[in-house]
């Protein structure tokens, strides 16, 4: 009845890579003011809705992350959705945090947030709770208020590459 | 030197359906047994990996969902990961409760969990922490297993419509 399943594995691990692998991710990107008011941010591929009503978001990061110290209750972040445009965003915002805000990608917005340009949509939102789990963390953030950009294709993330989405051919 | 967002809203709900409408993301399908030994499950568009090491997925919830009484720390899950193929699963398991687990599409699997057909991966693990947040929760799942299926096009949920991923056009 069913495919026959080729690779069982009892190694958490590799069954955990093998599936993620399987796995296609929209491209997001969180950005926020550390306690010492520089400007942080990391490109997510966990970003979830979590409740309409109160409007409720989530995302997963490494505690390690330059990010990290930004992450606490009552704080606010700035959740960019990226489109076709905003590719070189979510390539800058996963490389060396050195040059994240270089100049000229983004400028100072509500509350003082770091905003990126060439986005499809930002929300902006508080930080309502924070979960480590190991050496990571869940974060959930109440969105409070947004703007929409141009429209785009939807940025996504899948075997290590960045695509688009796209209609099944008319047959399938 | 950003284009102009054409629609601020300091409505937090507005802003959220906005931009989730402009991302994409990857369809799952998680499965388990409820307290009373039913298969119960439902479509997530929210997994998300959240470390390697130890390997741990979440997903999100709504808590009056059918599978929720299943959502205790300790029980087991089956994350299916789904393609082209298995849009017929996303659909079903999406729709009326009473039939998500009609005959012919699903077995018993390890640990007596339902397991569903016509998906590109399975994990199976355990859940380890569960954390309720207004009408919603965020599952916390470690992962012990998995099965790889037959390579497809990676199922995608965006603008209400399943799509797959495509690369950009050269010029891009």
């Known amino acids: ?10 190694d958490g691990l590799e069954a955990f890579k093998q599936a993620f692998r399987r796995h296609a991710a929209g491209v997001a ?12 941010g990391f490109t997510a591929t966990s970003l979830a809705s979590l409740a309409a009503v109160p409007p409720l978001a989530t995302f997963n ?12 209750v009552g ?16 390539e800058r915002m996963s490389a060396d945090n050195a ?19 060439d986005v499809t949509a930002r929300m902006i939102g508080t930080i309502i709770e924070v979960h480590p789990v190991h050496s990571n963390a869940v974060i959930v953030v109440q969105i409070e208020s947004g703007e ?12 290590r590459r960045y695509l688009k989405p796209e209609e ?5």
Do not use: C
């Open 99 to 117: 040059h994240r805000f270089d100049a000229g990608y983004w400028h100072e917005g509500p509350h003082g947030l770091p905003v990126l340009n």
């Open 61 to 72: 990061m490494a505690r390690i992350a330059s990010a990290w110290p930004a992450m606490t």
């Open 29 to 40: 990107v969180i950005t926020s003011r550390d306690p010492e008011g520089k400007p942080v």
């Open 148 to 159: 929409l950009g141009a429209e785009d294709d939807a940025l996504l993330y899948h075997e």
């Open 168 to 172: 099944f051919a008319a047959e399938i």
């Open 1 to 10: 009845m069913d495919e026959s399943f080729l690779t069982p594995t009892n």
């Open 75 to 90: 704080n606010r972040v700035v959740i960019h959705m990226l489109g076709s445009r905003g590719q070189h965003q979510a």
